[in-house]
């Protein structure tokens, strides 16, 4: 579905609101050209009786009035008798219609901009809900193959684009159509061959802007790409500040974004092109019309077919339809902006995550016997990850997983939580493929530490605690205290209430790392990730890190990633891959006992330990 329709639809669900906001829209129309009118009859009581008929045309109601100006004429005699009628002057009763319907075209205008732009605020506030949603769904290959900057723009400033368009804009629309609608009917009440002459020339006037609003259009969808793509340098940058820094490329980054940058202004410069001419050239060609309609109406006063005062008030209520018409145009390409954010947007809505829950998916058991791989691969788009893997892991047991980088390592222990799924074979939790489960209560059962530690810029209570608005605080200790984290935490200016700061800024190495494992504590699942842990952190941190990390594998079946084959010797069973394959299995000593891939990886981390211990500067005397 394209996106007006879906817009519009979304729109629909508020339609209570639309309609009431809609009412309020008529009645400013009523009041604008009942203040029109009134304004005419105010004249008449400032110059004498009779003088607002000659100067604009009001006459007695006669034959030929149309039914438009009959109704009017027949509202201000009822109210002018009622105003006679309780001794109120003329003279006052008519300056005080006007007061009135100014003030009601006001009020209802205020009544009408709240409601239209309450639902484009509403509008907005679930289309990024949909759009957050479907993000967080998405599988760990779309984040890998997405930009952050550019789903960052997608999600913020295409959104604002929307909201922008269906609430203000709207609501502009919206009134000059209805206000352009009633000043028509008017202006053909009073003068209708006149009217026709302008109606029929109007084409001549519209046809160019909708010709330059298709024209906007493509430039807007192009200038939103490019933005897309300024957010994701600008990501990049504040994420790679320190690397930037270190290889004094200030320089190259800032040369990097200006092409980009220059880029998109390049884009921009056409829409705001485009945007400018509309304007201008819509006032020549009304200018044009103007002068035609002087012309003629010159040859009507000659031949005493109409009266100047006839012409003024004319002018006066196409002077009015000016505002308008210029609003259509001008939020119509506000419109034309935001449907190419919506496309942006909606392409997010409506990618479909490559893991999929079954419909008629089964609630896992808690983990009580084992998990296996049956003859399981997997491919990254060309590229084989995994070739049938065939492997058992025993409740309560830990495995090592060892092997040159690339081997396959991360993809193993990422195909479990189904951040990925396999392209071949299955994996079966205690009997039960992983994909005839829920995806809750498989990762429910799953704790998992990184060496890039992932912390939220909250609470360390609310980090440890994750997801949890009043955890148990004696269980909120304990993690703390299990992970030797609560050391550092009793220092923290607020304790457990301290914030991290964004990325844990706050925070060391192995201090944001103990975080990580108290909240796999915390979480209790049974089974255990453990992806590189320690490999970036310094040995006095390593100690601490690795006595937490024994604390939080008693107990629970793990999965250890490493590449320092030292972390890994009391594992109760070491598996090693190598090109995308599991070539060997067993203990550390079983392994070092025959030569292969574990035997020769030992050796050279061995003699690369070795060898820089052994060339290590000596410290001399001070």
Do not use: C
């Not at 006007?98 to 901009?113: C, H, M, Q, T, W």
């Not at 550019?150 to 999600?155: A, V, W």
């Amino acid at each position: 579905m394209k996106p007006f329709p879906r817009l519009l639809r979304a729109f629909g669900r508020y339609r209570g609101r639309a309609f009431l906001a809609l009412l309020a829209m008529v009645v400013v129309s009523i009041s604008t050209v009942a203040m029109l009118f009134l304004l005419a009859k105010v004249i008449d009581d400032a110059l004498g009786a009779g003088a607002a008929a000659r100067l604009s045309g009001f006459g007695g109601a006669g034959a030929g009035r149309a039914t438009l100006l009959r109704w009017l004429d027949a509202f201000y005699a009822t109210a002018r008798l009622t105003a006679e009628s309780h001794g109120i002057p003329v003279r006052f009763a008519v300056p005080l219609l006007l007061l009135l319907a100014l003030v009601s075209k006001n009020v209802f205008s205020y009544i009408s901009e709240f409601e239209l732009n309450g639902i484009g605020v509403a509008m907005v506030r679930d289309l990024r809900r949909e759009a957050y949603d479907r993000l967080l769904r998405q599988s760990t290959r779309f984040y890998s193959e997405s930009s952050t900057g550019d789903l960052m723009s997608r999600m913020l400033s295409d959104v604002e684009q929307i909201q922008t368009a269906f609430g203000h804009q709207l609501t502009d629309l919206v009134q000059g159509a209805l206000t352009l609608i009633l000043l028509l009917l008017y202006v053909f009440s009073m003068n209708a061959r006149l009217a026709l002459i302008i109606f029929l020339l109007a084409p001549v006037i519209l046809l160019p802007i909708v010709s330059n609003t298709r024209r906007l259009g493509k430039a807007a969808t192009a200038a939103r790409e490019r933005i897309g793509h300024l957010g994701a340098i600008l990501s990049e940058t504040l994420r790679g500040h320190r690397v930037i820094k270190t290889y004094a490329m200030e320089d190259f980054e800032a040369r990097r974004f200006e092409e980009a940058n220059n880029d998109y202004f390049r884009v921009n410069r056409k829409t705001v092109r485009i945007q400018a001419r509309n304007a201008p050239f819509m006032e020549i060609l009304a200018g044009i019309g103007l002068s035609a309609l002087f012309v003629y109406a010159a040859s009507e006063i000659h031949a005493h077919r109409m009266e100047v005062g006839e012409l003024f008030s004319f002018l006066a209520a196409l002077m009015m339809m000016y505002k308008p018409v210029k609003d259509v145009t001008r939020i119509n390409m506000a419109i034309q902006l935001a449907l190419s954010s919506a496309r942006r947007v909606f392409e997010l809505v409506d990618r479909v995550s490559e893991i999929q829950e079954k419909p008629d998916a089964r609630h896992l058991a808690p983990f009580s016997d084992a998990i296996a791989y049956e003859n399981v691969s997997f491919r990254y788009e060309d590229q084989p990850v995994l070739l049938d893997v065939d492997l058992t892991i025993r409740r309560g047991e830990t495995v090592a997983i060892v092997g040159p980088s690339g081997a396959g390592k991360t993809s193993l222990v990422n195909l479990l939580p189904r951040l990925y799924d396999a392209t071949a074979g299955r994996i079966t939790f205690d009997g039960v493929d992983i994909k005839d489960a829920t995806l809750r209560s498989l990762r429910d059962q799953i704790g998992l530490v990184t060496q890039d530690t992932v912390l939220f810029d909250a609470s360390v209570r609310s980090n440890i605690a994750y997801g949890q608005s009043s955890p148990p605080e004696e269980k909120l200790r304990a993690a703390a205290h299990a992970a030797y984290a609560d050391e550092f935490i009793d220092r923290l200016p607020e304790g457990y209430d301290s914030f991290v700061g964004e990325n844990a800024g706050r925070l060391s190495g192995g201090q944001k790392q103990r975080l990580a494992i108290a909240r796999a504590i915390y979480k209790d699942a049974p089974i255990l990730i453990l992806d590189e842990a320690t490999s970036q952190l310094d040995t006095e941190s390593e100690a601490l890190v690795a006595r937490a990390l024994m604390n939080l594998m008693k107990g629970r079946t793990t999965l250890v990633i490493a590449h320092r084959l030292s972390t890994v010797r009391r594992a109760d069973r070491i598996l090693v891959f190598d090109r995308a394959r599991l070539v060997e299995s067993g203990t550390h000593s079983e392994l070092l006992a025959r030569p292969g891939v574990y035997h020769r990886l030992h050796a050279m981390q061995y003699f690369t330990e070795t060898e820089a211990a052994e060339s290590a500067p000596v410290p001399g005397p001070r």
